[in-house]
């Protein structure tokens, strides 16, 4: 049984920071890509950002400058550190990884940047 568990979500204000973090198991985490979306009431999930199992990654126009992914292979965790964040980062925020077999998706966690 794969797990995705995503922590780190929270209430912030405008240029504040938060990390999250999403601990996988059940498969083989350095293998695979990771990648963080977020989702805001009434519109579409959009990508972040993604790590490859090299440690490349791409960010979003919308995040670069601003949020960082990262993975750390040792403990099956990828995080997204986000700094200077702005209302319109609020949203649900959820870890995904593609496999050969299927997708896998966190359950997702709440950012909230509000005065």
């Known amino acids: 049984q794969v797990q995705l568990v995503e922590s780190g979500g929270g209430l912030v204000q405008p240029g504040g920071s938060l990390r999250l973090s999403c601990t996988v198991s059940g498969i083989v985490f350095s293998a695979y890509r990771w990648a963080w979306y977020r989702q805001a009431p009434g519109k579409q999930r959009e990508l972040v950002a993604t790590?490859?199992?090299?440690?490349?990654?791409n960010d979003a126009d919308s995040v670069k400058g601003r949020f960082t992914i990262s993975r750390e292979n040792a403990k099956n965790t990828v995080y997204l550190q986000m700094n200077s964040l702005k209302p319109e980062d609020t949203g649900v925020y959820y870890c995904?990884?593609?496999?050969?077999?299927?997708?896998?998706w966190g359950q997702g966690t709440q950012v909230t940047v509000s005065s």
């Open positions: 790590i490859n199992s090299d440690g490349y990654t």
């Open positions: 995904y990884g593609p496999t050969m077999m299927t997708a896998y």
